[in-house]
């Protein structure tokens, strides 16, 4: 079983709209959780941290079930830019491991 | 503040060829990782280091790949001899080594196997 999976998507949707990616993790034990944002062609950046109380980042929320053990990012408002693939990704704190999903892919139209 | 720092960014090989990527992590940063990341899909760890031991190598196809980080700073990762199947883009990524830790990516080397 995947440590991290993810829907690959694509998503495709109209600028404006509202977007959510969900993402669930095998391991009770991970202990830090992240999106990491991934254009074409490019490395993966980290776009926001996970906490349990959730977070938001402008137009950007991250929420963290533990007891469903999955992670969700919620986009509003979306922007031709945000077109990307995001990287769900999860660590547990054994010499800070990182584990990836395989990314959702964003596309988002004018 | 400098990021990671990879080259080549790009190599084009023959299958049964041997090729090296060296990374600098970010100053400060006790480990390093490399990741291989296939078109399509999420990055693969290879090997993980702590300083200059190393933490993980399960998925490491140790047959052929080997990795080494002397003095706990840069590193290298080679491939002999290349298959197909290693055309991929090679990502090597540094943190610190505290709890919440972000990781931070070089650009890559982009290995095409012909």
Known sequence: RKEVEQDPGPFNVPEGATVAFNCTYSNSASQSFFWYRQDCRKEPKLLMSVYSSGNEDGRFTAQLNRASQYISLLIRDSKLSDSATYLCVVTQYNFNKFYFGSGTKLNVKP | EAGV???????????????????????????????????????????????????????????????????????TLKIQPAKLEDSAVYLCASSLSRVGAELFFGEGSRLTVL
């Open chain 2, 5 to 75: 720092a990879q080259s080549p960014r790009y190599k084009i090989i023959e299958k049964r060829q041997s090729v090296a990527f060296w990374c600098n992590p970010i100053s400060g940063h006790a480990t390093l990782y490399w990741y291989q990341q296939i078109l399509g899909q999420g990055p693969k760890l290879l090997i993980q280091f702590q300083n200059n031991g190393v933490v993980d190598d399960s998925q490491l196809p140790k047959d052929r790949f080997s990795a080494e980080r002397l003095k706990g700073v840069d590193s």
